[in-house]
């Protein structure tokens, strides 16, 4: 322990000399602030969940705000126009139509009223919202994608394909839907435990994942070929992140000591870390966000309130601290809005979405560049990926790699997608991923799957039992036919 407090003192001592060092001094970010919404523009009376999952629970875009709220029997979640803000009442309209708890809720980054929810339920479902929001309760999905065993923890649509969805079961397996046709069409079968995250570089051409299994892999997605592997002793990883195209990797985990760190990673070579700095000794998860196009790594710890924020570089020391937001209220969770719904007349370059379960609270948190000029800045807000997608599901899944189409954010940049979802009309059958048959003989592995899978054979026995009464009357029917054929005079 004297080592790690020796080792975190000259950390420390190390830090303060950085901070007078030129380089370091002439970033453009180094005043970055962090500015609270007013209470009449934060979400209020929220019933948040209060599951203990490890994941956001809220799913922002530049119309709508969606967060999984609390909810006796089944799963549900509110999705609220963001200009609607202020109080929420209780009997506000809801998604409600998993009969599990939902673990998770991702916007389509193409297609702004299509979101994607996952849950306990085994399912993983695509919810199309109407304009201006809802205006009933929604039990109806546009299309239920059944083909995990158990519950399923995480969704992630890819970045620059439109209907490529990705999601992680507890079954240790990713599935690959083409929402096109509404099916699982790969596979990606490499882990032993529960995925606990999964990140995309900026071409979508690789998948980072996090693992129970204390494993860090970076997988090529469509062959599911794990390319590259770190089974991490020291540093226990949690959470990881692709920092764009920089071809690296930063993870947030645990050291031996049970501190709070984060360890940064070559992309191409994962046999140790290029750093591992110590955070703090708090116990929470700490999420990383990273936007590039200001290379600026956001931390924020789950349970307290606190977001540090980093400038990454290139070049050793590769992160350099910048500021400490901080608020005495804990978030249980953070949405992240993307650039282009951002105010860039203000100099926003990145706004968080707080979840603040005690008092049932969203709190917007826009991270500001403090300038003087009216202008648009030009420098802190470059070409960003856009709302149009560069590939077709079919393109993507036949080898292609594509750069995000990339948009500016100057005035008349709210271009709306011209892009509108059709959900393939689906019959029921068996659904085969890499020559096994995902639905079939599928042991229940909790009491609830169990229940679960009783009443659908349940269902299914009634729908049998009635398809062959029906089967019978029709049988009599046609012998009583046949017999009266026989038995007319034209016979005789």
């Not at 039990?139 to 490529?164: F, Q």
């Not at 794990?226 to 990797?249: I, M």
């Not at 947030?252 to 760190?261: A, E, K, L, P």
């Not at 299914?460 to 007319?488: A, F, G, H, P, Y």
Request: overall charge positive.
């Amino acid at each position: 322990m004297r080592d790690l407090h020796k080792s975190s003192v000259l950390g420390s001592k190390h830090g303060s000399l950085m901070s007078w060092r030129p380089q370091y001094r002439s970033s453009k970010f180094r005043n970055v602030y962090g500015k609270v919404a007013s209470r009449e523009h934060c979400f209020d009376g929220i019933p948040i969940t209060k599951n203990v999952h490890d994941n956001h629970f809220c799913a922002v875009n530049a119309r709508f705000l969606a967060i999984v709220t609390e909810s006796a029997g089944g799963g549900s979640f509110l999705v609220i126009p963001l200009e609607q803000t202020g109080r929420i009442e209780p009997n506000y309209p809801k998604v409600c139509g998993h009969q599990g708890n939902v673990l998770d809720i991702k916007w389509n980054p193409f297609i702004e009223n299509i979101i994607a929810s996952c849950s306990e339920d085994t399912s993983v479902r695509i919810w199309e919202i109407p304009e201006g929001g809802l205006k009933r309760n929604m039990t109806e999905a546009v299309l239920e994608l059944y083909g995990h065993s158990r519950r399923v923890g995480l969704v992630e649509w890819h970045p620059t394909t439109n209907n490529i969805l990705f999601s992680a079961g507890y079954d240790y397996k990713v599935l690959i839907w083409n929402l096109d046709i509404g099916e699982p069409v790969k596979m990606i079968d490499c882990h032993t435990d529960v995925i606990l995250c999964m990140s995309f570089n900026t071409d979508g051409s690789l998948l980072a994942t996090s693992c129970k299994d204390k494993k860090l892999r970076v997988v090529e997605p469509r062959s599911g070929r794990v390319l590259q592997e770190a089974s991490c002793k020291n540093h226990r990883v949690n959470r990881v992140v692709f920092l764009g195209s920089t071809k690296r990797l930063l993870t947030t985990g645990v050291s031996r000591w049970n501190t709070r760190q984060i360890a940064l990673w070559d992309q191409e070579d994962l046999s140790m870390p290029l750093i591992e700095e110590e955070i703090d000794g708090l116990s929470g998860l700490l999420f990383p966000f990273y936007d590039a196009d200001t290379h600026m790594l956001y931390l924020a710890g789950k349970g307290d309130g606190n977001i540090r924020y980093y400038e990454i570089g290139s070049e050793k020391p590769y992160l350099s601290y910048l500021m400490e937001f901080r608020s005495p209220a804990p978030q249980k969770g953070l949405g992240v809005m993307p650039k282009h719904g951002l105010d860039v007349s203000a100099c926003e370059v990145f706004r968080f979405y707080k979840l603040v379960t005690l008092k049932g609270l969203i709190e917007p948190i826009s991270m500001i560049v403090p300038r003087r000029s009216e202008t648009y800045q030009e420098d802190i807000y470059p070409m960003t990926p856009g709302t149009e997608p560069a590939l077709t599901p079919d393109e993507w899944l036949s080898g292609v790699n594509r750069d995000p189409i990339l948009m500016s954010l100057k005035e008349g940049y709210k271009r709306t997608s011209k892009i509108v979802f059709k959900a393939p009309v689906k019959e029921k059958r068996s659904v085969v991923v890499n020559g096994i048959d995902l639905l079939e003989n599928v042991p229940p592995r909790t009491e609830n799957e169990l229940l679960r899978m009783f009443f659908r054979q349940q269902d299914e026995i009634r729908r049998l039992k009635d398809e062959l009464s029906q089967k019978d009357i029709r049988i009599r029917q046609l012998q009583l036919e046949l017999k009266n054929l026989r038995n007319s005079p034209k016979n005789n």
